[in-house]
């Protein structure tokens, strides 16, 4: 296990090389025809579990992870040798693993209530008795790490003021809580040092810059060292302390397009490159004794994850796997077990365990439905067009199995969250279950998103609803010259930001998509501005910075919000809201769907009572993801 938090670099500005030459990719191979081709249910797609986490157990018997196999996501130990889960608690919220405690086999971990995003930390003793361990309505918090002793851990709560998160100092056998660090210059606390010594701060000052700092707290009187060290406008985010404590590992866009990962020498305050890319480093961490090292690099919408033996210094090989992608690499105590997931576009995530150096891995989870054919499932390609001012944009394209130049197949264009999300390759239960009954889609990243360069990613600042809906527009365009689509049944849909922009394209560009299907989209930029969680207060700026301030851009805000267009909607609109979302609220969706029904125009609202931004229960998942199919089954 690892005894500090690992937090990814937060990739507050990513980018694309917009300057390189653009050129109108090759048609996507077709698929090769299956005679035994089956369509599954929605239900038999949500059979599929969905699984997270690889703590190691101090004795390295068990790995705790959380899995939605109950309806919910619940925490279970994984046996390591034998593979069977044993579920261990029974919520009606959604709940996520933190850790084993380092000597014992206590357990941390989170969880909300009914989606409302107030997190909370728990304590499960080893009879199975639960303690909120950071109690309060109002109160929002994080788990750090442990001590370097391991008889104290470190959590971020706001119950001080619901706006600052400030740093406490729990007791691991008392759960008694000390005050170790006040927020109150709005700065986020990244990382506590190996020796309990530094802390890591973080202070946006804008969506394009933010500042990174150190603070001693052996020393009372210590101001604020400040690490980033450029003149000129850039984002930077704490990575990992060394195990002595004598570097600081910190990401940053400050030296080109893409985020880099540099080492910062605490003595002399030295600065030198670590890891260079051409794509983003979104994370980099460390094993509890240093020697082995996991990197993340966000390349053309995948993560190509590298672990390296810095002993050896060289990288190193696993044994020969299923096609996919690993993540989330855990280590055991001894660090002679290493748990890590494959997944795929056609392959949900699945947990293995290899005992580094060995010449076998084993799989201890088997997470696809048994009634489902991966043959019938689709793999996706990367596919690029020139959007209407010749930016390239990319995007993660699905064709149908049984799409061809004599059957051509409905399109969906899918626009991601945000705004500055990414849509990535893997595997979407969501996804695989419309292609499977004959829908293309085409998972856009216009301009904005992230993992194509800052350029990229700061092109559509204060642009929302404009660039970046006509490079929605664009895509469509694209779609209609491939020979296996249908060129007149192209829809839209989307999640929060690209609730959004679905309900934006049918506003202020009401005769390019046949219909648009909005979850959890924001409507009102005015409202969802002006009402944004207090916990978001240390980004506030950033977030006005991308999308405006509603005291003094209003009249923007107000022109690009499509509840105030709604009568220029035309086409059939589906929209999915939960009654507890903090972002969205619930009086946006309802007041959106009053006034396209008033133009009798067709729209299926489906209103989820324990949900909040996004889904949580795997029957919700099944309800909607049925809806989606019948809503385009009627309308497209």
Known sequence: ??????????????????????????????????????????ETFFDTTNIQGSAFRPDAQKILVTSDES????????DVKTGEGAQITDATDSTYPIGYFPNDPRILFTRDNGGNERFHVFVRDENGHVKDLTPG??????????????????????QRDERFMDLYRFDAATYESKLIYKNDKNLNVQQVSETDRYLALINAQGNKDSDLFLLDLHNPDASLVEISNVAHEANFSASAFSKDDKYLYYGTDAHGEFYQNWRYEIATGKHTPYIEKNWDVRFLYFSDSNRYRVVGVNEDS??????????????????????????????????????????????????????????????????????????????????RFNSFDGLEVPGVLYKPKLASTTNKVPALVFVHGGPGGQSMTGYSALTQHLVNQGYAIFAVNNRGSSGYGKTFFHLDDKRHGEDDLQDIVWSKKYLQQLDWVDADRIGIMGGSYGGYMTAAALAFEPEEFKLGINIFGVTNWVRTLESIPPWWEAYRKSLYDELGDPATDKERLHRISPLFHAKNITKPLMVVQGANDPRVLQVESDELVEAVRSNNVPVKYVLFDDEGHGFSKKENRIEASQAYLDFLKKHL
């Not at 996919?324 to 855990?330: F, K, M, R, Y």
């Open 1 to 42: 296990m690892f005894k500090k938090s690992l937090i990814a670099c937060t990739l507050l500005a990513t980018l694309s090389a917009c300057n390189q030459t653009t050129q109108q990719v090759d048609q996507p191979q077709t698929n090769q025809v299956i005679s035994d081709f089956k369509t599954y249910s929605a």
């Open 71 to 78: 309806g919910i996501y619940n925490l279970y130990e994984v």
């Open 137 to 158: 309505e109002k109160v929002r918090a994080g788990f750090v790490g442990f001590t370097n002793d391991n008889n104290a851990f470190y959590v971020l709560s706001n």
């Open 302 to 383: 995948s993560i190509k994850v590298t672990i390296t033996d810095l002993k050896t210094g060289k990288d190193i090989k696993l044994p020969k796997l299923p096609a996919g992608s690993i993540n989330s690499v855990n280590f055991s105590d001894d660090e002679k077990l290493m748990a890590f997931y494959l997944n795929s576009d056609t392959s949900p995530n699945n947990l293995y365990v290899w005992r580094v150096g060995s010449d076998e891995v084993k799989q201890l989870t088997s997470t696809l439905s048994d009634k489902i054919n991966t043959d019938h499932l689709v793999e996706s390609t990367i596919a």
